[in-house]
């Protein structure tokens, strides 16, 4: 066995040295400051926990960093109204029924057109549920969640990297639209650690600069953001004008993950945490013979309907894999339109699946359908 030339060593080298072994709530804390993230607002909750822990001291580390556990999640979702509206970049966090508890206040983040990253770690459910990995918040997440016509930003990451990938990103895309961006995990993501490249830091000082915020009227004429426009014709107007940035987003904003398409007779689809274990699926069933390839959204919203419309020109069977009882397949059969089969399965309740469980169900349905 030979050895690579000592400059691609050098460069291997450099590559492991600048990754760090981190939990998954950590790669998020510290991609959120690295991003230029100063408020965080929030209420404990597993299993996200290790979030606002780590920002509680590391945002001491940074110039007018400001930390606050809350008293609750209602009033921690509010007090990001306040910084957002100040001009800072502001983030929350926290898993399934706590973001159920900050829905009115993300509706608001959205009426007032104001930026902000919110974090769902997400659990088993419905109700307290447990403490277990889940996706059971896709629908929450990716209809609004709250109260009214409007949409969020929704990118849904697979492994550590993406968190802070993500997480970075989150923050450039809620300044461009002036929206909410949710981060949609799960608990199996927030705990796993995983070696990862962390982004530069930026400077805060050098953002671009916003001239909409409430700040101070001294030297300026008076600004004004609500969300109360008792006028009808004047709410609708305003709700168009929501709709417009929410159509430039879904023409702007799509992400996939494509694998093994090109000769595939049938495409799995998932997300998040599922996606990377239909991977070793995929992988396991691709030996043995079977032409399966993988369509991952890495935007939940918006949805990458256009590459399914796509696909399914040359690929007729697809088949969805989520840990709920099936809540991204609708968007998948609104993207298909009919033209193609399209089949689910699902864990429910915070149990995971594994490669070998959706490898059986892959090859049973392709034999049996004579692919």
Same mark, same amino acid.
């Given at each position: 066995?030979?050895? $690579?030339?000592?400059?691609?060593?050098?460069?291997?080298?450099?590559?492991?040295?600048?990754?760090? =072994?981190?939990?998954?709530?950590?790669?998020?804390?510290?991609?959120?400051?690295? $991003?230029?993230?100063?408020?965080?607002?929030?209420? %404990?909750?597993?299993?996200?926990?290790?979030?606002?822990?780590?920002?509680?001291?590391?945002?001491?580390?940074?110039?007018?960093?400001?930390?606050?556990?809350?008293?609750?999640?209602?009033?921690?979702?509010?007090?990001?109204?306040?910084?957002?509206?100040?001009?800072?970049?502001?983030?929350?966090?926290?898993?399934?029924?706590?973001?159920?508890?900050?829905?009115?206040?993300?509706?608001?983040?959205?009426?007032?057109?104001?930026?902000?990253?919110?974090?769902?770690?997400?659990?088993?459910? %419905?109700?307290?549920?447990?403490?277990?990995?889940?996706?059971?918040?896709?629908?929450?997440?990716?209809?609004?969640?709250?109260?009214?016509?409007?949409?969020?930003?929704?990118?849904?990451?697979?492994?550590?990297?993406?968190?802070?990938?993500?997480?970075?990103?989150?923050?450039?895309? $809620?300044?461009?639209?002036?929206?909410?961006?949710?981060?949609?995990?799960?608990?199996?993501?927030?705990?796993?650690?995983?070696?990862?490249?962390?982004?530069?830091?930026?400077?805060?000082?050098?953002?671009?600069?916003?001239?909409?915020?409430?700040?101070?009227?001294?030297?300026?004429?008076?600004?004004?953001?609500?969300?109360?426009? =008792?006028?009808?014709?004047?709410?609708?107007?305003?709700?168009?004008?929501?709709?417009?940035?929410?159509?430039?987003?879904?023409?702007?904003?799509?992400?996939?993950?494509?694998?093994?398409?090109?000769?595939?007779?049938?495409?799995?689809?998932?997300?998040?945490?599922?996606?990377?274990?239909?991977?070793?699926?995929?992988?396991?069933?691709?030996?043995?013979?079977?032409?399966?390839?993988?369509?991952? %959204?890495?935007? =939940?919203?918006?949805?990458?309907?256009?590459? =399914?419309?796509?696909?399914?020109?040359?690929?007729?069977?697809?088949?969805?894999?989520?840990?709920?009882?099936?809540?991204?397949?609708?968007?998948?059969?609104?993207?298909?339109?009919?033209?193609?089969?399209?089949?689910?399965?699902?864990?429910?309740?915070?149990?995971?699946?594994?490669?070998?469980?959706?490898?059986?169900?892959?090859?049973?349905?392709?034999?049996?359908?004579?692919?």
């Amino acid at each position: 066995m030979g050895y $690579a030339p000592l400059s691609v060593r050098k460069s291997r080298l450099r590559s492991i040295v600048h990754k760090v =072994l981190m939990r998954g709530n950590h790669i998020v804390a510290e991609a959120a400051v690295r $991003a230029g993230c100063r408020f965080y607002f929030g209420y %404990p909750i597993t299993p996200q926990n290790e979030i606002p822990e780590y920002m509680s001291e590391r945002l001491t580390q940074v110039e007018g960093g400001v930390f606050i556990q809350a008293e609750s999640e209602i009033a921690s979702i509010h007090m990001v109204i306040g910084a957002s509206m100040a001009g800072g970049r502001a983030m929350t966090s926290s898993s399934s029924p706590g973001i159920s508890l900050k829905q009115e206040g993300i509706s608001f983040l959205s009426a007032l057109e104001l930026p902000a990253v919110i974090v769902n770690m997400t659990r088993g459910g %419905p109700g307290l549920g447990n403490i277990a990995p889940a996706q059971s918040d896709y629908f929450q997440a990716t209809r609004g969640g709250g109260h009214g016509d409007y949409r969020n930003i929704v990118l849904g990451p697979s492994s550590g990297q993406e968190l802070a990938d993500l997480t970075f990103e989150a923050f450039d895309l $809620a300044d461009k639209y002036r929206s909410p961006v949710v981060i949609l995990g799960d608990g199996m993501l927030g705990q796993m650690m995983e070696p990862v490249q962390l982004p530069p830091e930026v400077q805060v000082k050098k953002l671009p600069h916003k001239d909409w915020t409430l700040t101070g009227a001294k030297g300026r004429p008076s600004r004004f953001i609500r969300s109360l426009i =008792l006028d009808p014709m004047e709410e609708e107007e305003h709700n168009w004008k929501l709709m417009r940035k929410y159509e430039k987003i879904s023409k702007e904003e799509v992400k996939w993950e494509a694998i093994s398409v090109d000769d595939a007779k049938m495409v799995v689809v998932a997300f998040g945490i599922a996606a990377r274990i239909a991977k070793g699926a995929i992988k396991r069933v691709r030996e043995e013979g079977l032409k399966v390839g993988l369509l991952r %959204p890495i935007t =939940l919203w918006p949805f990458p309907s256009k590459a =399914l419309k796509e696909m399914a020109k040359k690929v007729k069977h697809f088949f969805v894999f989520e840990m709920n009882m099936g809540q991204m397949v609708e968007d998948v059969r609104l993207a298909l339109e009919g033209n193609g089969e399209v089949h689910f399965y699902g864990r429910p309740g915070g149990v995971i699946l594994t490669p070998l469980e959706i490898s059986r169900v892959i090859s049973s349905y392709y034999y049996q359908k004579k692919l």
